[in-house]
Structure formats: C-alpha cells, structure tokens
C-alpha cells in the first residue's frame, strides 16, 4: 500500500481506519462531509484510489434544515453502492444507512433511541456496559455523530487540540456498550489491518485507546497511566491526550497519585492528602472507565 495516496484521504477529511475496511470488504460505504471547494480534488483522489463517489449537496437532513447547505461525498468500492447509500440517506432511513456503513444493528438502534435522550452518548454506553470495557470500543477521541449545533461549535474552536486525537479510535460509529460483541469483531479487524499497513500508527492507537479515563462530558476527559478499581484509580501519570479539561485543575492532578470518584464529587489525593476536590453537577458528570 503506497502511504503517499492514502496521506491524501486525509486531505480530503477520510480515516485511513474506514479507508482500509472499505478497501478489503468489511465496510460498504464511507461518507465525508466535504465542501463545494474540494469536489473535484476529492473526485480525483478517489479516482487515484480506486474508488467511487459521488458528491451530493444536502439543504436538510434527517428532517432538520441546515443553515448552509452542506455536501456529503459517498464513497465506495461500487457506484451503485455509493447511489444506494445517498439515496437511503436522503430518505432519512437511519437504520439502512448505519448498515451501509458497516455498522452493528445493535448500535445502530441504540443511537437512534439515544437521539432522544439529552444524556450524553458516552455516559450513554457506558451505562449499557454489564462487563469490562474493551478499549477496541473506547470513541472518546471520535466526534462523529455526537455534536448538537453548539457541540460543533466548541469543537471547531479547539480544533488544534482535538486535531492530535482524532485518529485514535479502532471503531468509526458508538457503539451500544463498551463491551459491544459485533464493534469488538471489527475493532479487531481494523488493528489487524492496521497492524499490517501502518504498525506506528497501530501502536500509538493502542497506546492511547487501553487506558483508564476518567470521563467528564465530550470536550473534558484525562487519560492515565494506571490502575482503575471499583471508585478509585490509582495512577502514575496523567497522559498527554489533552482535552478541554481546566489546564490548573491538571497540574493539580498531575501531582498527585490518587482519584476517587463519589457520586457529588471527584476527589484528587497524593497518597493521604487531599490536593483537590471537583463537585459534581450529576453523577455522571465524572466516572472512571477502565478500557482494557
Ligand atoms: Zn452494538
């Protein structure tokens, strides 16, 4: 696989993740938010590749009208793929299109009854988890999907921050629970192939996904290098994968060596003493997920 082709997947805003599934059959269909501008790179990088798109200009989605109408790039091994999956979407039928997206049902269904609930997607399948959570399903650093308008917002004017994480992820969608059977296959498939193509990038997606968090809301998290057990976490550093999380609260936790997780309050001890104490305005807002 020539590294220099694929490098342009990121120009025009692919993963190499869906790329590689795409390529060897475990994923249907890749659909990319692009812009009027980059149509015909996009159309030329995927000629280069191989690949079908079409591009398509949406003023309304799933029932909702955009402010500015957007352009989504469907992107397939067939052209009769990429018509069927802009056909289904524009239908609004989020069940077919999850499919053709290669996704498990069972996170497909459980995303679209989430849509109701104002409760974070994360906390969401964190809930849904009845045994350990496996880091093939860890999405904290994958915004896809996620956002409301004023999500999109934040995200957008930290960029830079979440530019450095964004690849780290081994499943594209959310899946149902941290311990999802069918997301877990394909997490697998994707390290094997990454594994195989990119082993740098396979390794430092590892390094960052079988960690303990302790997970806020969307923009504030902190990954360790540690032990999680039961409400407590002890750990010997607090890992570079930054967030929006209070730079002075960090410096905080970096000294210490202790996290414990109350339902009202997060509390930070080095050894005995307590260095900080952060209320909690619900009990999820701030709980330990041990992703192994
Ligand atoms: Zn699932």
Redesign the pocket.
């Known amino acids: 696989m020539n590294i220099a082709n694929i490098e342009q997947l990121m120009f025009v805003g692919m993963d190499y993740q869906s790329y590689f599934l795409l390529k060897e059959g475990f994923k249907p269909v890749i659909r990319v938010a692009t812009s009027k501008e980059l149509i015909e790179e996009f159309k030329k990088i995927c000629k280069n590749l191989g690949l079908s798109v079409l591009v398509k200009e949406f003023s309304e989605i799933y029932g909702t009208k955009l402010e500015k109408a957007s352009f989504n790039a469907y992107i397939s091994n067939s052209k009769e793929s990429a018509e069927e999956a802009y056909e289904v979407e524009r239908g609004g039928d989020r069940k077919t299109f999850g499919k053709l997206l290669g996704?498990?049902?069972?996170?497909?269904?459980?995303f679209i009854e989430n849509l109701k609930s104002p409760v974070d997607y994360t906390i969401q399948t964190f809930l849904n988890t009845k045994t350990n959570p496996s880091f093939y399903c860890n999405f904290i650093f994958n915004f896809d999907s996620k956002l409301d308008d004023g999500g999109i917002k934040i995200y957008q004017e930290n960029y830079r921050i979440f530019n450095k994480t964004k690849l780290y992820f081994l499943i594209r969608h959310m899946?149902?629970?941290f311990d999802?059977?069918?997301?877990i296959e394909i997490g697998k498939k994707t390290l094997e192939i990454l594994n195989r193509e990119m082993p740098q990038l396979a390794e430092s997606i590892v390094h960052a996904l079988k960690r303990p968090v302790l997970y806020l809301d969307y923009f504030n998290w902190l990954v360790f290098n540690g032990e999680i057990n039961g409400n407590e976490l002890v750990y010997k550093e607090v890992l570079l994968y930054d967030s929006l999380f209070p730079k002075e609260k960090l410096e905080l936790i970096k000294r210490g060596n202790v996290v414990k997780v109350f339902d009202e309050k997060i509390q930070v001890l080095k050894d005995e003493n307590i260095l900080l104490e952060i209320p909690k305005k619900d009990r999820y807002k701030g709980v330990l997920i041990d992703f192994i």
């Open positions: 996704y498990p049902a069972c996170c497909v269904d459980k899946s149902c629970s999802c059977k069918k997301s």
